[in-house]
């Protein structure tokens, strides 16, 4: 393919490619050795909010905030993100239940033994469909930490009704225009089974579930060596992929910047994407959501970086000539395909993201003109009295 079609595509690309934020990833966070406050984290909605514009101002492609609904709509108030939203000229993304962090959660939500708890999980579920009614969201997006440390103490199969009973039921309860994502993840904070582990199970749970259920794959759930785009391709046959949470991982679930570890991977599974709408000749209806909380990098900086490297690797799987490749697949020219697939991986597409930048009166390097701006260091000085006052942290 000419290199300018194949610009024009990449181009085409950016301008449909929009990344949510998540409100958890502007606040101080750490690890479970200690947490690392950092002079400019949000601890406010308000913050989080001005935070997630800045990312937005500067790269123009992250219009939505994902909000938790404990930490970020406590009491169920919808108006003041509702709001913060207009003032910052955002919108709110998808809703994301706590289900994880009270203490009758210590042995699972909506697949805990006890009926009373999964009644209080299911609440909250409920209360979050309410407020994503509220806030126009179409998504309420569950994560479920549910699972156990050890053999023997957990029913798996009863677990199992339990949880399907649970979602349909919380699909049930779903409004016009929302839908449900079920995601997966191998392991943490159980440590001997998850309930939703992998794929599949959050496929059968989510096709249990209803019609508006599909299944979101956080890239940095899955084991060493894990085929992903061979699971997102599968799950787009299935017309049952719901959208991505993006982070990358050396050994887990580590919520490191995208593209950081294996660049190639996510490329990958953009590709799968890209080859599934060109085949179709429309959008696969994904949604994309950063899913990070750095605790060593200056937060909105990682957001930046992450953005932007999205964008990269999304303009590279446009750039892909899926055509010759379907003809050098039919053909089993090997070295072709894989060439065909490779210089649209390793072509620079950093002048295109300038450029696509440029156009729409963005600055070409995001992160250097958030710098020179200077908000880091405003936030840092407006924001002391949340560590003198000893703030706890979402
Ligand atoms: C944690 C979980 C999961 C969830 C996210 C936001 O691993 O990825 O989506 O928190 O609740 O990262
Ligand atoms: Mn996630
Ligand atoms: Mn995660």
């Given at each position: 393919m000419k290199p300018k079609l194949a610009d024009e595509r990449a181009l085409a690309a950016l301008e449909r490619f929009e990344i949510e934020l998540p409100s958890w990833g502007f606040a101080d966070t750490g690890t479970r050795f200690g947490k690392y406050p950092q002079?400019?984290?949000?601890?406010?909605l308000e913050e989080k909010f001005a935070d997630a514009a800045q990312v937005h101002r500067f790269t123009?492609?992250?219009p939505r905030l994902a909000l938790h609904v404990l930490w970020d709509l406590p009491g169920g108030d919808a108006r003041s993100a509702r709001e913060l939203a207009e003032r910052h000229g955002l919108r709110v993304g998808s809703l994301h239940p706590?289900?994880?962090?009270?203490?009758?959660?210590?042995?699972?939500?909506?697949?805990?033994?006890?009926e009373p708890v999964r009644e209080k999980a299911l609440a909250q579920v409920r209360e979050t469909i309410r407020l994503a009614g509220e806030l126009q969201c179409e998504e309420i997006s569950l994560w479920l930490a549910d699972g156990s440390n050890y053999p023997g103490t957990a029913d798996i199969r009863a677990r199992r009704r339990r949880l399907e009973t649970a979602l349909q039921a919380a699909h049930a309860a779903l409004q016009p225009g929302q839908r449900l994502l079920v995601e997966y993840k191998p392991f943490e904070p159980a440590?001997?089974?998850?309930?939703?582990?992998?794929w599949g199970m959050a496929l059968l749970l989510a096709r249990a579930a209803g019609p508006r259920a599909r299944v979101l794959v956080d890239?940095?759930?899955?084991?060493?060596?894990?085929n992903i785009e061979q699971i997102v391709a599968w799950l787009l046959h299935e017309d049952m992929l719901g959208g991505f949470h993006f982070n990358d991982r050396r050994y887990a679930?580590?919520?490191?910047?995208?593209?950081?570890?294996?660049?190639y991977q996510i490329f990958r599974i953009f590709a799968e994407i890209q080859a599934y709408e060109a085949e179709r000749g429309l959008a696969a209806g994904l949604s994309y959501m950063i899913d990070q909380s750095h605790n060593l990098k200056p937060k909105i900086e990682a957001m930046l970086q992450t953005a932007m490297r999205a964008q990269e690797l999304w303009a590279k799987a446009a750039r892909v000539d899926y055509a010759a490749l379907a003809e050098h697949r039919a053909a089993q020219r090997l070295i072709e395909a894989e060439e065909t697939l490779q210089t649209a991986f390793w072509d620079d597409v950093r002048p295109l993201s300038r450029q696509w930048r440029e156009a729409r009166g963005l600055p070409a390097d995001p992160l250097a003109a958030f710098r020179a701006s200077g908000y880091a260091e405003l936030a840092a000085a407006a924001r002391k009295h949340h560590h003198a006052s000893g703030a706890s942290y979402a």
């Open positions: 002079p400019a984290a949000a601890h406010t123009g492609c992250c706590n289900l994880f962090q009270e203490p009758e959660y210590k042995h699972g939500s909506l697949a805990n033994e006890l440590f001997y089974h998850t309930d939703i582990a992998d890239t940095g759930h899955h084991y060493s060596g894990q679930d580590d919520d490191l910047t995208l593209g950081s570890i294996d660049p």
